[in-house]
């Protein structure tokens, strides 16, 4: 499969070009990016084309990589679907739901396969966690605890406009509930969103199942306080999530994977556009409390 890259910032760097380039199924055929002397930059390191016109890169590629923003994901990410393009995409999909929406509607049309890259559901302790608690009936409670220190750092992610725009909910939001899903099933309703320090943010779920969860995002912990922990509670006992031994590169590396195999066998994965867009769906719902939240508060 020849694939393209979209974005040329630091995730795009640290993990899409070498997962890319790096993987034995994928023919990494070029890059483009909104600031071309990025794009040269980067193909030149990879030993690959660097595109000025974004339609020429779709012309020559079975598929995209997105490491862009996802106002700019989404819409790009429609135009390589119409195109014929398979998509590997990165979370948020959107920071709207009728962008999201229309991501995963375009893909359907075209027939093409689409993967959205929640990192901890493809790493190898994680995943298989995920999977053995889904089959575990009987879930009371979850406590989802996602603390970056992204602006508290040396980040290589702290001058993100975007992050700086949307905070924790949309940046680290879509990890906790690519984990939570799964296990507790679709969320019936947000319960209620506060503020806390900062960007931080706390939510409580209701989900499918009849189990309830917390969770508390937030990009501005202090760097000896981040990290990420899920402790779910219910008639089997406690059970956390376990921490992965690996990075980004590989779980970006299974992804490609799992693109590859929907691609071959017209099987949707469980994380596509489709769950890229429920994703969405929940935290635009919690974005409009929180704005209610503030609003009663002023």
Known sequence: ????????????????????????????????????????????????????????????????????????QAALAVRAAQAGRHLLLDKPLAVEAAEARAVAEAAERAGVASVVFFTTRFQKEPDAWIGEQAA???WFTARAQWLGSVFTSDSPFADSPWRREKGALWDVGPHALSVLLPVLGDVRQVLAAAHGPSDTVHLVLDHATGASSTLTLSLTAPPAAAGADVELRGESGVSLLPRSTEGAVPALTRAADALLTSARTGRPHP??????????EILETAESHLAGAASVSA
């Open 1 to 72: 499969m020849r694939i393209g890259l979209l974005g040329t910032g630091p995730w795009a760097r640290a993990a899409y070009a070498p997962a890319l380039a790096g993987h034995p199924g994928l023919d990494f055929a070029g890059v483009w990016g909104r600031r071309p002397e990025a794009a040269g930059a980067l193909a030149r390191e990879y030993g690959v084309r660097a595109y000025d016109d974004v339609d020429a890169l779709l012309a020559e590629v079975d598929a995209v990589a997105v490491a862009l923003p996802p106002a700019v």
């Open 136 to 138: 575990t009936a009987g």
């Open 271 to 280: 994380c596509d556009a489709a769950f890229g867009v429920r994703v969405t």
